[in-house]
Each structure stands twice: as structure tokens, then as C-alpha cells.
């Protein structure tokens, strides 16, 4: 008889263990999270590469500095759910910050937009003579998968080592995302910095041939 009330004694507090294990989550697992990067479509490790807009000779272009709205200037990737609503995506995280990432990026894509090597990112040695530096507002940079991604951005080019404004540019991009998953999306704001390269690039060849009057 005792034997039979400890054997069930046990089984009651063997499920009763169970069951406590399992409302305190010892079966559960936590959602890892993601870490994700731009990347430059123009930079010398892709195999299709576009033709140089022009060619730099002797000519430093300085990138930076760049800077970011608030909203956007944190880890985590940005969702645009409406015109007038975002949302923090806390899992998907960019795996550096977002205005070293854009920076690296831009650096890439002009070394081969404007075949430079001489392509400097903020901050540099102070005795290295830029002709061109290219500083930059970016107040949107979100979307949504399965529908596009926008960019918009204010940005200058100065002269004489930063003391002269001699270009000015408002960029308004957007570009479809072609898929409903965060890394799809991250690609297609890949493809906004490249046409951002691209409009600067352009802006960069026009100052280089009224320079030489051409």
C-alpha cells in the first residue's frame, strides 16, 4: 500500500515538474537575431562592373561627413508600415553602424565610378589636400519587403579643402524591393546607395570639365 502511494506521489510530482518547466520556457528557444551589411555593387570584387563616368588624375575626393536622422541612426533596420509610421525590426540589426556602413559603400562604388584610387573617408590626415569633399544629410533610408525601399538624401560637394560649396544635390530614390524577406530589401537599399554613387559621380564629372573648360 505505501509503495503504491509513493509510486504515485512521484508520477504527480514528476508532471508537475514538467509542466513548471514548460511555463518557464525550458523548451522554448529566444529568436535569434540577425545582423546584415550593404554592400558596394560597383567595387572592384564584382565581376560586372560599369564603365568609369570619368577618370580622376591626381584628383582626392573626400567622403564624410555623413550624417543621419535621428530615426534612422540606430541599430535596428527600419520598417516604413505607412507614410507617417515606422517600425523598429528588433531582430534584423545592422552589423555596423548604419553611417560607416553608407561611407564604406560610397567610397567603394566612386573608386570605380570615378577610376580613383584617391577616394578618402572622413575624418583624414589633415595634410592631404582634398579637391573634392562630398558631405551628405540623410533623412529617410526605410521601406518594406515586398514593395520598395526609398532614399532621401541632401549632400554637397566642397572645394578648397571644405571652405567652398560647388555643387549642391537632393537625391529622391526609390527602388523595388523584388521580394518579401529582410535580406531582399537590405539588397535593394544596396542598389539605392549605388544610384546615389551615381548621381555624385555624375556631379563630380561635370565640376572636373568646367575646371578644365571644357
Known amino acids: ?14 508532471a508537475g515538474m514538467l509542466v513548471l518547466s514548460g511555463c518557464l520556457g525550458g523548451a522554448s528557444k529566444t529568436p535569434s537575431t540577425r545582423y546584415y551589411v550593404l ?4 567595387g572592384t570584387e564584382n565581376k560586372a562592373q560599369p564603365s568609369p563616368i570619368t ?19 540606430r541599430p535596428q533596420i527600419i520598417l516604413r508600415t505607412s507614410h507617417n509610421e515606422i517600425r523598429v525590426a528588433d531582430l534584423d540589426r545592422w552589423a ?17 565610378l570615378l577610376s580613383s584610387g584617391q577616394i578618402l573617408k572622413f575624418p583624414w590626415t589633415a595634410s592631404i589636400p582634398i579637391d573634392y569633399q562630398v558631405v551628405m ?7 518594406i519587403p515586398e ?5 532621401r538624401a541632401r549632400w ?8 567652398k560649396v560647388l555643387a549642391k544635390g537632393n537625391s529622391v530614390l526609390t527602388e523595388p524591393v523584388g521580394g518579401d524577406t529582410i535580406a531582399e530589401m537590405v539588397s535593394a537599399q544596396s542598389r539605392l546607395i549605388a544610384k546615389l554613387s551615381h548621381e555624385i559621380a555624375e556631379e563630380i564629372k561635370k565640376l572636373e570639365e568646367k575646371k578644365s573648360g571644357l
Open 137 to 143: 544629410d540623410i533623412t529617410r533610408f526605410d521601406g
Open 55 to 73: 577618370v580622376l588624375k591626381d584628383t582626392a575626393v573626400g567622403i564624410g561627413p555623413l550624417r543621419l536622422s535621428q530615426a534612422l541612426d
Open 147 to 151: 514593395a520598395n525601399v526609398d532614399l
Open 1 to 14: 500500500m505505501h509503495s503504491n502511494n509513493f509510486r504515485l506521489t512521484s508520477a504527480v510530482l514528476l
Open 39 to 42: 554592400n558596394s555593387l560597383y
Open 96 to 112: 555596423a553602424p548604419l553611417t560607416e556602413n553608407i561611407t564604406n559603400v560610397l567610397v567603394d562604388n566612386l573608386s570605380v
Open 156 to 163: 554637397g560637394i566642397l572645394g578648397d579643402n571644405g571652405r
